[in-house]
């Protein structure tokens, strides 16, 4: 049920503390601070190449999966979308693991490159949610999230459970391939550990969000800018305000606008700009003010630092708590499905079961 909230998607959202705790509690050991994975019935020092392969949403939180594996475990990372991967020719060799990601576990096309790679000889890990999934079942190492069953069309809590998991697995990676000291173990699952109660405090920033949705709500395009591995947090904020309140929105590395979005940049369109503070914090506010020299309204999301050093000439700021970067992209998450959902709310659309959208795509 609903409980007292008004819809799934916003209860959802809201158990996003509790469920990342839960799913996070299966892979990290906290009475030692140690990873605690499932241990595969292959070699995990022996890939030496990593396929990630999803849809939608699950297809971003691959993105940012990239840079954690690149990071931490110093291992290759190719990502597609499912519907691309297939029709490609894929060079698959030997001691590569395709990582499938997907909520459901059924998506159709999701599932036919985990068959094509499996065909192929690869080593197949599933991030999912539905345990008894035909993803589930025929992967050779399961890492379930610990979601619940999601029943908003537009994903979220799946999402940064998702999140939780690849960056857990990731640094399980490292560990077997001699990339991580106990040290530097230790910490990771410390700034992990964190995510529940940073989730926890982004939620505070509902009423502020739900105030701003207006600024939104009347525009015709939006824009979202991030870098690195929030970079991904862009596009996850453009197709979520696309699918449930129908405005047209793109998600843009904020280091390409200058080669050729900013054309389209005037004072109708509004431009979130994910910035935390950390090592691409300047960069991407340079982009922010070109954006800002060209009539750009910008919402910046940032923590209390970024909003200081960059907060004025935003038509409005919100102010984040302030996390390790390694959990930005799960706490970033947060203010841009609020801000989709408020946005969906004033316009009237349906956002449990928008149009043309099914939960679960099993046609290719
Ligand atoms: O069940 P899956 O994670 O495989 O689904 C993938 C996409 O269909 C899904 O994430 C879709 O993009 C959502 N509606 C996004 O909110």
Not at 47 to 58: L, Q
Not at 121 to 126: E, L, W
Not at 131 to 143: G, I, N, Y
Not at 251 to 273: N, Q, R, S, W
């Amino acid at each position: 049920s609903k409980g007292n909230h008004r819809h799934y998607m916003l209860k959802e959202i809201y158990e996003q503390p509790v469920v990342v705790a839960q799913t996070l509690r299966s892979y990290l050991r906290r009475m030692d601070d140690q990873l605690a994975l499932p241990v595969p019935d292959f070699d995990l020092d022996a890939i030496r190449r990593v396929t990630i392969v999803a849809c939608g949403t699950s297809y971003y939180a691959g993105m940012v999966a990239k840079y954690w594996f690149e990071q931490f475990a110093r291992v290759p990372v190719d990502i597609d979308v499912a519907s691309e991967f297939r029709y490609r020719a894929p060079v698959m060799a030997d001691g590569g693991l395709m990582i499938v990601i997907s909520q459901s576990g059924e998506t159709a096309d999701t599932l036919a490159a985990l068959r094509h790679a499996k065909a192929e000889g690869q080593k197949i890990a599933a991030v999912v949610n539905v345990p008894t999934s035909s993803m589930a079942r025929e992967a050779d190492l399961l890492l379930p999230t610990h979601a619940g069953p999601e029943i908003g069309v537009a994903s979220t809590k799946a999402f940064t459970c998702q999140l939780a998991v690849l960056a857990a697995f990731a640094a399980n990676l490292a560990r077997a391939k001699g990339r991580l000291n106990p040290g530097e173990e230790r910490e990771l699952v410390r700034h992990l550990a964190e995510a529940p109660a940073a989730l926890n405090a982004a939620l505070a920033y509902d009423e502020t969000i739900e105030a701003m949705a207006d600024l939104v709500a009347h525009a015709r395009d939006v824009l979202y800018l991030g870098r690195g591995p929030d970079y991904p947090l862009a596009l996850e904020g453009a197709l979520k305000l696309k699918e449930i309140s129908y405005i047209h929105a793109e998600g843009y590395a904020a280091g390409e606008m200058k080669h050729g979005p900013i054309a389209l940049i005037d004072d109708t369109v509004p431009v979130i700009v994910l910035a935390p503070s950390g090592p691409l914090f300047e960069k991407t506010v340079s982009n922010m003010q070109e954006v800002q020299a060209r009539g750009g309204k910008v919402v910046l999301i940032s923590d209390y630092d970024g909003v200081q050093a960059a907060g004025e000439g935003c038509i409005a700021t919100i102010t984040m708590p302030k996390v390790h970067p390694l959990i930005a992209p799960m706490v970033y998450a947060v203010p841009v499905q609020l801000l989709a959902y408020h946005v969906a709310l004033a316009k009237g659309t349906d956002v449990d079961q928008p149009r043309n959208l099914a939960k679960s795509v099993t046609v290719e």
